[in-house]
């Protein structure tokens, strides 16, 4: 496999310098984060450790816009809610290293890892700040929680071509590689024992979920000689850890193994799992028992529009494209529309305006679907674990039961009611 470029730390001359900058610079406006959860082309990201610096890797999707006018600006802040940051400062062309692909540019560039402290958050941007808008553009804009996985990590997923992967699944049977800084090191991973279950409902009891295990169960493992292709047939949750006998290893890297062509649903099973956020346990029965359980699918979807195909298609296409883009959005030790921010997203849609605390919590509104058709707000904290470090749990409320229920309503109402304000949207 191609190795990817030896990094050489940048800025340092300007270190003592941008602290001064920064002070002077004006406060932010604090941030929308709903826009990085707009499904579609994004900014991608990754980062590995390559001595004292911290290497970074940008795919921006077409048409990637840089040079005069949009430069690829860096800011370092405290908080999500910090008002003035520790520094920011832009990249020059030269140390970018643009490659132009057919539907996308990447780019890699080095930060010396003295200039990025443990538990700040850093933005990504490539187009210019504009000063009355807060909101956040998922193809120019990206955030990063600066962590101690993300800040020390030797090492970075690769597909076949030996480019990053820049994202934590795979296909069964997918072949990926693991490429680590300095010589090549052997890999050694774990599969375990995971249960795919679903988020319950927002009014939940936080004790009502199924107890998991204390230790994860390990069901296969082994170690795979130094630069050799990875390839898993069977699907779960991997932990690959870089080094050999004798030597130190790396922190471990979580990577779920998808059936099929996730994040996309194509089987009948993929396509009625969803649906337990919608119907009962029996209605799901019937459904897999069917002769042929995908027309069952179509059928229960007709039903519901009373016969109008193109009321029944629509709901289709809105109802799985928010799978999907869940599954993109929130993968983790599992499936993305099974997390609790998928779930929200499927039932509810994308928030129309989401904000980050300084203590990580994220906060949902959503200008309708509270009281007497007024706004809700759901709060999410972050429950990061080796195995899913962006994990969000939702803080649940009995409150919430009533409006719950509407909005799944709103999902199987007849079509004289999907005229009105009860039309699920495709936001």
Same mark, same amino acid.
């Given at each position: 496999m191609p190795r990817l470029p030896y990094c050489s730390p940048f800025w340092v001359r300007l270190g003592w310098l941008l602290p001064l900058l920064c002070? !002077?610079? &004006? /406060?932010? /406006?604090? &941030? +929308? #984060?709903?826009?990085? #959860? $707009?499904?579609? &082309? $994004?900014? *991608?990201?990754?980062?590995?450790?390559e001595g004292d610096s911290l290497r970074f890797y940008l795919r921006l999707p077409a048409p990637a816009r840089l040079g005069p006018g949009h430069a690829l600006q860096l800011t370092v802040w405290p908080s999500y809610e910090a008002k003035v940051p520790l520094w920011q400062d832009s990249v020059p062309r030269r140390q970018q290293h643009p490659r132009p692909e057919t539907e996308a540019t990447r780019l890699s560039f080095c930060v010396a890892a003295a200039r990025l402290p443990r538990g700040a958050v850093l933005e990504l941007r490539t187009s210019p700040v504009d000063a009355k808008e807060d909101y956040q553009e998922p193809t120019t804009t990206a955030w990063l929680r600066l962590t101690d996985a993300l800040l020390t990590r030797p090492f970075v997923l690769i597909d076949s071509l030996g480019q990053p992967l820049l994202r934590r699944y795979v296909q069964a049977g997918e072949p !990926?590689?693991?490429?680590? !800084?300095?010589? #090549?090191?052997?890999? $050694?991973?774990?599969?375990?024992?995971v249960s795919q279950v679903a988020a319950l409902p927002p009014m939940s009891r936080s004790n009502a979920a199924p107890g998991g295990p204390a230790v994860l169960p390990v069901l296969d493992s082994a170690t795979t000689r130094p630069g050799e292709p990875l390839r898993f047939d069977e699907p779960g949750l991997y932990s690959l850890r870089v080094g050999g006998a004798g030597a130190a290893l790396s922190g471990p890297l979580a990577v779920m193994v998808a059936d099929n062509d996730y994040p996309a649903l194509t089987t009948a099973a993929e396509l009625i799992e969803p649906l337990r956020y919608l119907t009962?346990?029996? *209605?799901?029965?019937?459904?897999? @028992?069917?002769? +042929? &359980?995908?027309?069952?699918? +179509?059928? !229960?979807?007709? +039903?519901?529009?009373?016969?109008?195909?193109?009321?029944g298609?629509?709901?289709?296409?809105? #109802?799985?494209?928010?799978?999907?883009?869940? @599954?993109?959005l929130f993968a983790a030790h599992k499936a993305g529309w099974l997390t609790d921010r998928g779930l929200l997203y499927v039932v509810l849609g994308p928030p129309p305006s989401v904000r980050r605390l300084f203590t990580g919590e994220e906060r949902w509104f959503y200008s309708e679907g509270g009281v007497n058709g007024g706004p809700v707000t759901y709060t999410f904290r972050p429950r990061p674990s080796t195995f899913a470090p962006d994990y969000y749990e939702l803080v649940r409320r009995p409150e919430y039961e009533l409006l719950w229920y509407a909005a799944v309503e709103k999902w199987r109402t007849p079509p004289t009611a999907l005229t009105g304000p009860n039309v699920p949207r495709a936001r």
């Open positions: 002070a !002077f610079a &004006p /406060p932010a /406006p604090r &941030p +929308d #984060y709903a826009g990085l #959860y $707009r499904d579609g &082309p $994004r900014l *991608e990201v990754d980062t590995r450790r !990926f590689g693991v490429d680590h !800084f300095g010589l #090549y090191q052997p890999v $050694r991973w774990k599969r375990y024992a009962t346990s029996q *209605e799901r029965q019937r459904l897999t @028992n069917a002769a +042929d &359980p995908k027309r069952a699918v +179509d059928k !229960f979807w007709l +039903d519901i529009a009373q016969g109008n195909q193109s009321l298609k629509e709901l289709i296409r809105r #109802y799985y494209g928010r799978v999907t883009a869940a @599954n993109r």
